[in-house]
């Protein structure tokens, strides 16, 4: 290993983890109801919506197909497993019959 | 899913092991990926090995994978890449608050290092159940650490005989993944708003602005939106 991806790697270990202990850090200084609680509160699900939206609109036919399907698989089972591989099953098919 | 959730820390830790296989199932799915293509990107294997332990953040690893010229490494553009990727972190340390205060310092700050977008997502899921505790997180989050790592090692090592893994649509996996952890956080039409916001904000910003700021102006925006429409309900409940 070259002193120079060593390098790089501790430096993304060290901000990663400063980023991790810091939220904590910030969160004590937040309270517990009110505006801040509820917007705190929505976090998670907007975290994730941003997260997967934009991968989906840049994805074709294909994979529009595919969360579709996966997003069905999770209403009816609440299995996250099933969701995830029907997703990626329905994405290896739709690929193939749309050959893209 | 619906065991009873036992208080007991031992207990925890192993209910957050078994809820979180699934998920540690589809995390292995990308690693794989991501193994693979840290091979043609040129990391050896001790290098694959000391970035998924240490860094432990998989689409910041993604990445710097664009960036890695080996033999003349861009050193700091790597670093601020993995600090602008991973700021999103920064909120879900911030909600696992209620979790870590209790404990002493340094053993909430070591739980820290285990916050990924998977653990810290199921783990509030539980804990608006009312059933997790900081044992269920730390089960999920080294569960998620061990099949990171062995996923990422494998694929490095099998890198060769995969040479495309958008063939087997193993690509996909990510997206499915956090679609299906985002569909099981629905708790009714409260959450409409903040969604459809959070999405739109980041999709205009991700053609606006390189690099994954896209995440933290979607959530930000989808979270506060979300925030203003609760308080404006409850103004008109006063009226």
């Given at each position: 290993?070259?002193?120079?991806?060593?390098?790089?790697?501790?430096?993304?270990?060290?901000?990663?983890?400063?980023?991790?202990?810091?939220?904590?850090?910030?969160?004590?200084?937040?309270?517990?109801?009110?505006?801040?609680?509820?917007?705190?509160?929505?976090?998670?699900?907007?975290?994730?919506?941003?997260?997967?939206?934009p991968a989906i609109l840049a994805g074709g036919p294909a994979e529009a197909i595919?969360?579709?399907?996966?997003?069905?698989?999770?209403?009816?089972?609440?299995?996250?497993?099933?969701?995830?591989?029907?997703?990626?099953?329905a994405v290896y098919l739709a690929r193939l019959a749309l050959g893209t | 899913m619906h065991a009873p959730a036992p208080h007991h820390g031992r207990d925890q830790f192993w209910l957050g092991i078994r809820m979180f296989t699934p998920v540690a199932i589809s995390i292995a799915a990308y690693g794989l990926v991501w193994g693979v293509l840290a091979g043609q990107a040129g990391l050896?294997?001790?290098?694959?090995?000391?970035?998924?332990?240490?860094?432990?953040?998989?689409?910041?690893?993604?990445?710097?994978?664009?960036?890695?010229?080996?033999?003349?490494?861009?050193?700091?553009?790597?670093?601020?890449?993995?600090a602008i990727v991973n700021l999103r972190i920064l909120l879900m340390s911030a909600t696992l608050r209620p979790l870590l205060a209790p404990l002493p310092r340094w053993r909430a700050l070591g739980a820290t290092f285990f916050v990924t977008d998977e653990s810290w997502a199921m783990t509030m899921t539980e804990i608006r159940k009312g059933g997790a505790g900081v044992a269920f997180f730390l089960g999920t989050g080294v569960l998620s650490w061990l099949a990171w790592m062995l996923s990422t090692l494998t694929g490095r090592v099998l890198g060769a005989f995969i040479d495309d893994p958008a063939r087997y649509g193993l690509d996909f996996a990510f997206t499915a993944t956090f679609l299906a952890l985002l569909l099981g956080m629905w708790k009714g039409r409260g959450d409409l708003v903040p969604w459809i916001v959070a999405a739109l904000a980041a999709i205009a910003t991700s053609r606006l602005v390189d690099g994954n700021w896209y995440i933290i102006v979607g959530g930000l925006a989808g979270s506060l939106a979300g925030a203003v429409a609760e308080w404006l309900k409850e103004r008109r409940h006063v009226a």
């Open positions: 290993m070259s002193l120079d991806a060593l390098l790089a790697i501790l430096g993304m270990a060290a901000v990663t983890y400063a980023i991790r202990a810091g939220g904590v850090a910030l969160a004590s200084r937040l309270p517990e109801t009110g505006f801040i609680a509820t917007w705190m509160r929505h976090l998670p699900g907007a975290v994730l919506a941003a997260l997967v939206a595919a969360a579709a399907t996966t997003a069905l698989i999770l209403v009816l089972s609440r299995n996250l497993f099933a969701a995830m591989a029907g997703g990626v099953l | 050896s294997v001790a290098e694959v090995a000391l970035m998924s332990g240490l860094v432990f953040a998989g689409s910041s690893q993604f990445v710097v994978l664009d960036m890695w010229m080996p033999g003349s490494l861009p050193i700091a553009s790597i670093v601020i890449a993995t």
